[in-house]
C-alpha cells in the first residue's frame, strides 16, 4: 500500500508544480479559504488512484469535502490534503506538501507527506519513518529512516507561519522555548520526526487531513501528537458533532514531554 500512496503523491506533486510554472489562479472557498487549480488537479489525481487500488476504503479528501462530498466512514478510511499550505504556494514560498493518510480506528498508521518544490517525501508505516529524495522526473532516489531526537535541554518549537496566536506565544515563552522555526503545511510534523525540532504547538484550527500524514510520519519517528487531555490525537469523524471533520488544539512532540 505504501508503494502506492507514495505514486498517488508524486502524481499529485507533478500536477501541482505545473499549476505553479504557470502561475495559479486563486478562487476563495465557503469559508474564505483560498484554493487554486492545482488543489483540484491534485485530488483529482490521487483519488483516481485511490479509487483504482482500494476502492472499498472511503476517503475523505479536502476539496470533495468542501462540495459536501463526505462519505460515512467506518474503523478504515483515507484523509487527503492534495496541497496541504496553499497560502504559501499562492504566494510563491517551498513549505507546501502533498498529504495522504491511512486511518485505522481512530489512528493514523500510513502517512506519506510529499514537499514536491523541496523534492522531498517523508514517509510513515508503523514504526518505520522515511525521508525519501525525488528527483526531478518526479521519482524516488535516495532514501533513510528517520528517528526523533531525544528532548534537548532547550527544545526547539516549530509553528505555523500562518496561523501562529497568542496562545502559542504564550506557550513558546512558559516552556522557554528560546529557539523556534516558523514554516507552513505539514513539514512541522516532518521537521519534528527527523530531529529538527522538538515541539509543535497547534492552538488554532486544523482539520484532520491537514494532520493525518504528518502525523503518522512522527508516530513512526517516535513521537507524539497529543491532544490538550494528553492522549493521543483521535481521528473520528463523529455523528452529531458540531464541526466533525476539524481537529481540537493540539501538542506534538518529538520526544515525551
Not at 202 to 223: E, I, N, P, Y
Request: glycine letters at 8%.
Amino acid at each position: 500500500m505504501l508503494d502506492i500512496l507514495t505514486a498517488a503523491t508524486l502524481k499529485a506533486g507533478r500536477e501541482i508544480m505545473s499549476v505553479h510554472a504557470a502561475g495559479p489562479h486563486v478562487t476563495y472557498k465557503n469559508d474564505c479559504s483560498p484554493v487554486t487549480e492545482a488543489d483540484q488537479r491534485a485530488e483529482d489525481a490521487i483519488l483516481r488512484s485511490l479509487a483504482k487500488h482500494f476502492p472499498d476504503i472511503p476517503v475523505i479528501a479536502e476539496e470533495a469535502a468542501a462540495n459536501g462530498i463526505v462519505p460515512e466512514t467506518g474503523n478504515e478510511f483515507f484523509l487527503v490534503d492534495p496541497l496541504d499550505g496553499t497560502k504559501e504556494f499562492i504566494s510563491g514560498k517551498q513549505d507546501f506538501t502533498v498529504n495522504i493518510a491511512l486511518v485505522r480506528n481512530g489512528s493514523p498508521v500510513l502517512g506519506v507527506v510529499y514537499a514536491p518544490a523541496l523534492k522531498v517525501l517523508w514517509t510513515g508505516d508503523g514504526k518505520v519513518a522515511s525521508k525519501v529524495q525525488i528527483s526531478d522526473d518526479f521519482e524516488p532516489s535516495t532514501s533513510r529512516n528517520v528517528r526523533c531526537r531525544a528532548k534537548p535541554t532547550i527544545p526547539i518549537a516549530v509553528i505555523s507561519r500562518s496561523h501562529c496566536t497568542p496562545k502559542t506565544e504564550a506557550f513558546v515563552a512558559e516552556n522557554g522555548l528560546i529557539d523556534s522555526i516558523s514554516i507552513g503545511s505539514s513539514l512541522k510534523f516532518c521537521m519534528l520526526a527527523e530531529g529538527a525540532a522538538d515541539v509543535y504547538p497547534r492552538f488554532s484550527r486544523t482539520m484532520m487531513w491537514d494532520t493525518a500524514a504528518g502525523d503518522a510520519v512522527l508516530r513512526a519517528a517516535g513521537g507524539m501528537t497529543l491532544d490538550m487531555a494528553g492522549l493521543p490525537l483521535r481521528y473520528e469523524v463523529l455523528d452529531g458533532d458540531e464541526d466533525p471533520l476539524a481537529n481540537p488544539d493540539f501538542i506534538a512532540w518529538g520526544a515525551a514531554p
